[in-house]
């Protein structure tokens, strides 16, 4: 099979090469924005122009960031018509409510109220400055719902039916509130807080390694360290969920992710390597320290890819040689180690920020949190490659609980009008402008961060005739 | 009408004024972006076309976010075809669009690379500017498609002719007469800026009418698409209506009152996009080769479009809302303070 004729892998291809660089952007704007929004109701406390300073600088961090991921969302959208038409024509009945009812309901609010804190300081009172900040924010995180929603809806399909070849809607409640929306939810606004709390902490670093603002970078280490501690806490419950999930509902996403070919108790590997060809799985294991997470009991066997080929839901759609295993297994196990590592930077974070301050004179623990947003970030990307390369080969699972035939392979879900030609002349562009983006985001935020907060008196005349 | 329920028919509708709420918002905006290079000539001028879209187009594009996602939603065969048919072109708006968004928040903070902004401010405008029309006209004279309902033409330029490239210039000459109106009654006046925005409205609202009479005859006489006979009186009395809109349009810029030529301005593109509804209803897209889709084929079941419609009543009320809380704050033209934000 070559790749570059063959239209679904390229179509795969563009929609994971967008929708993860749409999610570096995402995590981003929308853990900022709670530093932003923390950092606003300050100043509404404080009337402090240091506050005031730092929001300033926040708004712009956030709308460079921001308007990035709004570009690239819009790329999201299109691509379901564009590339996956057929996908688009089984789910629709289903599938696209979510999408409109972003729209309407998040991005509406989201982007106008971003308009006042863009360039309404002196034009709205700072109590309704206040409030925009955090509807901004509660937009983004109601936007996250309405695609998680329909994210999860394709993992564990739910209140619909298979009628005339198609998807079709029977009843809304249990297709919106489907098995894995709200571990899935949860799990993944998590994460894009932990993300945004470990940039402001990564900012606030810069700043005390530069030796510069040290009242600005101290506040933001506090905000960033508090936010960061209280998210990787909660993170134990909302990712154990989202494993549990998938043991109940995505055997064959489950059993890939700890490479198990046999059926048997499932262990827990801290590292280890998959032979595809061979069905074997080797490294170093806590035995039986999956199954027990996922069932309670450590000799629990859980189904190996093996026999999950004889299932009749999922018979004859896979061999176990062809699935992307090890791709699953190194992602979900680099995720794992991510968490570790956030964990323990959010905890030394919390311990030398509070208090007398420490970390002032700590470099090398600014130096760990400077470079400290690679963590969070790793464990993203890696996470969402586990849960959509887990879910190969069907675009829309056939999950434990899911209704008979609802169901769709990823190879079925693609546009017949399109040539691979055009992929491939979609891919070259998205690669220029892509990485023209990238440039240009990383010049503007290295440009805002060196600038720093505005000096106190610049502050008094930016927020003369605000009040 | 056979096969049009209560709530598909509702969903065209409500698709169409998804339409036409973006035609008008996002038009104004799309269209300051394609003068920009020619009306703006320094440096402050163009910081004053920027500022005064800057609060605004973000909402302004998320209409057509949200016409797509309606599209998707309640009739999405017809969502698949027109965007897997109309692939690379869709994908040139992508990046227009794209490049767009990013220069209008990035350009004030970067004079370095000032040049580089600029013109993706204009080329990302340029291209959905032109192309909406182009689409437009694709679904109007119809396309060939398959059984499963993919296009079956040559990809792009498959889905250029000379009628389609006429409805891509009306539509452009709309956004542009839209962008010069804007500009008009938002930039301070007296200034250069202003006074050549005001200039140049009424020759480009000229031109968009002669270019729409010439649209008229190709559409009644070369294409002739298939068009419901009853609704041929609303399509002559909305052909009328958008004719004399658009000269009160063209008479209330003469009297440089600047608000009224924007207002009717805006009146005369919702005229337009219900024109092209009635002349497209009952079908999102006609067909030269196998079957036309329709709201009797496309429409979702009862069962969503009513859970739709039920969403939609909670949003948009919400949503005009927020554009009148949006558009109040930053009423008025511009001032100096403005351009320091």
Same mark, same amino acid.
């Given at each position: 099979m070559d790749i570059l004729s063959d239209v679904a892998v390229l179509s795969r291809i563009q929609f994971a090469a967008t929708a993860a660089f749409h999610f570096f952007f995402v995590p981003l704007s929308i853990g900022l924005g709670l530093i932003l929004a923390i950092n606003e109701t300050r100043y509404y406390k404080t009337r402090d122009p240091k506050d005031a300073a730092a929001t300033k600088l926040w708004v712009k961090i956030f709308t460079a960031t921001f308007v990035v991921g709004v570009a690239t969302g819009i790329t999201m959208e299109f691509a379901f018509g564009a590339n996956w038409a057929n996908y688009s024509r089984f789910v629709g009945d289903i599938f696209g409510a979510p999408l409109a009812a972003e729209a309407l309901l998040s991005f509406f609010l989201e982007s106008v109220f971003l308009g006042v804190l863009v360039f309404g300081r002196k034009k709205v009172s700072p109590k309704f400055? &206040?409030?925009? @900040?955090?509807?901004?924010?509660?937009?983004?995180?109601?936007?996250?719902? %309405?695609?998680?929603? $329909? /994210?999860?809806?394709?993992?564990?399909?739910?209140?619909?039916?298979?009628?005339?070849?198609?998807?079709?809607?029977?009843?809304?409640?249990?297709?919106?509130?489907?098995?894995?929306l709200f571990a899935r939810y949860t799990h993944t606004v998590n994460a894009v807080l932990i993300m945004g709390a470990f940039f402001a902490m990564s900012v606030a670093a810069w700043f005390f390694i530069k030796n510069r603002n040290e009242g600005f970078a101290l506040k933001t280490m506090r905000i960033g360290a508090t936010v960061a501690i209280v998210t990787s806490c909660l993170m134990l419950v909302f990712a154990h969920a989202s494993g549990v999930v998938?043991?109940?509902?995505?055997?064959?996403?489950?059993?890939? &992710?700890?490479? @198990?070919?046999?059926?048997?108790?499932?262990?827990?590997?801290?590292?280890? %390597?998959?032979?595809? $060809? /061979?069905?074997?799985?080797?490294?170093?294991k806590i035995p039986g320290a999956t199954s027990f997470l996922a069932t309670g009991d450590w000799n629990a066997a859980l189904p190996g890819l093996n026999d999950l080929a004889q299932d009749p839901r999922y018979g004859g759609n896979f061999k176990p040689e062809e699935l992307p295993v090890n791709l699953v297994f190194q992602t979900y196990h680099i995720m794992l180690a991510m968490y570790l590592l956030i964990l323990l930077s959010a905890i030394l974070a919390i311990i030398f920020s509070f208090g007398k301050g420490k970390i002032k004179d700590m470099k090398w623990l600014q130096r760990l949190l400077f470079i400290a947003p690679v963590f969070p970030f790793l464990a993203i990307q890696t996470g969402w490659i586990t849960a959509e390369v887990g879910r190969q080969p069907w675009v829309v699972y056939p999950g434990t609980s899911s209704p008979a035939g609802v169901s769709q392979l990823t190879s079925d879900g693609i546009s017949m009008s399109l040539s691979s030609v055009e992929l491939l002349i979609t891919l070259l562009l998205f690669l220029v402008v892509y990485t023209f983006l990238f440039v240009a985001w990383a010049r503007m935020m290295s440009r805002f961060i060196k600038a720093g907060p505005l000096a106190e008196d610049e502050v008094v005349a930016e927020l003369k005739g605000g009040e | 009408m056979e096969g049009i329920t209560l709530f598909s028919g509702l969903w065209f509708v409500l698709?169409?004024?998804?339409?036409?709420?973006?035609?008008?918002?996002?038009?104004?905006?799309?269209?300051?972006?394609?003068?920009?290079?020619?009306?703006?000539?320094?440096?402050?001028?163009?910081?004053?076309?920027?500022?005064?879209?800057?609060p605004v187009w973000d909402g302004n594009e998320v209409w057509l976010i949200t016409a797509g996602g309606a599209l998707f939603a309640a009739f999405p065969p017809a969502y698949a075809t027109t965007f897997s048919g109309f692939y690379l072109a869709v994908m040139?708006?992508?990046?227009?669009?794209?490049?767009?968004?990013?220069?209008?928040?990035?350009?004030?903070?970067?004079?370095?690379?000032?040049?580089?902004?600029?013109?993706?401010?204009?080329?990302?405008?340029?291209?959905?500017?032109?192309?909406?029309?182009?689409?437009?006209?694709?679904?109007f004279a119809g396309i060939p498609m398959?059984?499963?309902?993919?296009?079956?033409?040559?990809?792009?330029?498959?889905?250029?002719?000379?009628?389609?490239?006429?409805?891509?210039?009306?539509?452009?000459?709309?956004?542009?007469?839209?962008?010069?109106?804007?500009?008009?009654?938002?930039?301070?006046?007296?200034?250069?800026?202003?006074?050549?925005?005001?200039?140049?409205?009424?020759?480009?609202?000229?031109?968009?009418?002669?270019?729409?009479?010439?649209?008229?005859?190709?559409?009644?006489?070369?294409?002739?698409?298939?068009?419901?006979a009853e609704l041929a009186i609303v399509r002559y009395a909305l052909a009328a209506l958008f004719l004399v809109v658009l000269i009160a349009a063209i008479f209330f810029g003469k009297k440089g009152?600047?608000?009224?030529?924007?207002?009717?301005?805006?009146?005369?593109?919702?005229?337009?996009?219900?024109?092209?509804?009635?002349?497209?209803?009952?079908?999102?897209?006609?067909?030269?080769?196998?079957?036309?889709?329709?709201?009797?084929?496309?429409?979702?079941?009862?069962?969503?479009?009513?859970?739709?419609?039920?969403?939609?009543?909670?949003?948009?009320?919400?949503?005009?809302?927020?554009?009148?809380?949006?558009?109040?704050?930053?009423?008025?033209?511009?001032?100096?303070?403005?351009?320091?934000?």
């Open positions: 400055f &206040m409030v925009s @900040a955090w509807l901004v924010w509660f937009a983004s995180m109601l936007s996250a719902l %309405w695609i998680l929603l $329909a /994210n999860s809806w394709m993992q564990t399909p739910a209140g619909a039916e298979l009628q005339g070849g198609r998807a079709v809607l029977v009843d809304f409640f249990a297709a919106a509130l489907n098995p894995s998938v043991a109940n509902e995505q055997p064959t996403k489950m059993a890939m &992710m700890e490479g @198990a070919y046999e059926t048997e108790a499932s262990p827990l590997y801290l590292f280890g %390597w998959v032979d595809e $060809a /061979n069905g074997t799985t080797s490294g170093l | 698709v169409a004024v998804l339409i036409a709420g973006y035609f008008i918002l996002d038009g104004f905006d799309l269209g300051a972006g394609v003068l920009y290079p020619f009306i703006a000539k320094t440096k402050t001028e163009k910081a004053i076309v920027r500022r005064s879209i800057g040139l708006v992508l990046f227009g669009l794209i490049v767009r968004a990013v220069s209008l928040e990035y350009r004030v903070h970067d004079d370095k690379w000032g040049g580089a902004w600029n013109a993706c401010f204009f080329i990302g405008s340029l291209l959905p500017a032109l192309l909406f029309g182009v689409a437009i006209g694709n679904v398959n059984s499963n309902g993919d296009y079956t033409g040559i990809p792009l330029l498959g889905l250029v002719t000379p009628f389609t490239l006429a409805t891509g210039v009306l539509g452009l000459l709309m956004f542009m007469s839209a962008g010069a109106t804007w500009i008009a009654q938002k930039a301070p006046k007296p200034s250069d800026i202003q006074a050549r925005a005001a200039k140049l409205r009424i020759p480009l609202q000229i031109i968009t009418l002669v270019v729409f009479l010439a649209v008229t005859v190709l559409a009644l006489f070369v294409v002739n698409p298939p068009m419901m009152n600047d608000l009224w030529a924007f207002l009717t301005q805006s009146a005369s593109a919702f005229v337009l996009v219900l024109l092209f509804a009635a002349s497209m209803f009952p079908n999102f897209v006609n067909a030269t080769e196998g079957t036309a889709i329709t709201i009797a084929n496309a429409a979702n079941s009862e069962y969503t479009l009513m859970w739709m419609t039920i969403i939609t009543c909670i949003g948009l009320p919400l949503v005009l809302f927020y554009h009148f809380i949006i558009y109040r704050t930053f009423r008025g033209r511009l001032g100096d303070e403005d351009l320091d934000y």
